[in-house]
């Protein structure tokens, strides 16, 4: 093997294999640290997550919170997706706290009030954050199969962008109540309810938001799909029994 640049016929002396491993070692040790940094960047980053089970549910029947798949309710999963890298875990609701009981998390209520939709839900968990915690993650209850790394991808490319929110985005589709809030985007939040505008979007524009593209695989239909109603739930229910058993 020869790793010279020489344009001439002649070559440089070829390198046997013990010397290119000793002339590519400090390049993969330098590639560790790099990789060790970035996870111990993140790994210092406090993220709440926020499940977003504050809908009526009409659609559904009611209740969507406690509706199941394979025998679990949506609330039981979501709590969980939120739990892989988020602490604290907490549930948007304007139902009473006890309601959600077995879940072990804070339940808060919509601000201003309730009936403000989606975003009443993610001021009230920006409100709600602890001290040293900047950044909510949401995860909608009716979207009970995200990515893994979900919360750690969508704060990691906030800050790589130097913006104060992301949301998820899967082949075609933005899905902008799967998204990260910074701490500040709260005034902003604010101010667009107070103006009567309940888009979700609206907010995520007007903080210059990133969108993370989450690869589709045509073998799991399931990822980011949502259920609105009791036909939606059961398809649902084939695709995540369909999921690969790598993604289960």
């Not at 139902?95 to 975003?119: M, R, S, W």
Request: hydrophobic share 45%.
């Amino acid at each position: 093997m020869c790793l010279c640049h020489n344009t001439k016929d002649a070559c440089c002396q070829a390198l046997d294999y013990d010397e290119v491993i000793k002339l590519i070692a400090p390049i993969q040790r330098f590639a560790d640290v790099v990789t060790k940094s970035d996870q111990t960047r993140f790994s210092m980053i406090a993220i709440a997550g926020l499940v977003l089970a504050g809908g009526e549910g009409r659609r559904m029947g009611g209740n969507k919170p406690f509706r199941q798949i394979g025998g679990r309710p949506l609330i039981a999963m979501a709590v969980e997706n939120a739990g892989r890298h988020c602490d604290p875990v907490m549930i948007s609701s304007n139902q009473p706290p006890e309601t959600f009981a077995a879940y072990k998390a804070n339940v808060v209520a919509d601000i201003p009030k309730a009936g403000q939709g989606p975003l009443g839900g993610v001021l009230g968990g920006l409100t709600a954050l602890p001290d040293g915690v900047d950044w909510l993650v949401t995860f909608p209850v009716d979207c009970p199969v995200v990515p893994d790394d979900m919360a750690a991808m969508l704060v990691s490319a906030a800050l790589d962008a130097g913006v104060r929110a992301a949301f998820a985005r899967h082949g075609d589709r933005d899905h902008y109540l799967s998204s990260a809030w910074h701490r500040e985007s709260a005034p902003v939040i604010a101010k667009l309810l107070a103006d009567d505008d309940r888009r979700v979007r609206a907010p995520l524009r007007a903080l210059d938001a990133v969108a993370v593209t989450f690869p589709r695989q045509q073998s799991d239909l399931a990822m980011f799909a949502n259920a609105n109603t009791i036909d939606d739930l059961a398809e649902l229910e084939k695709m995540m029994a369909a999921r690969p058993s790598k993604a289960m």
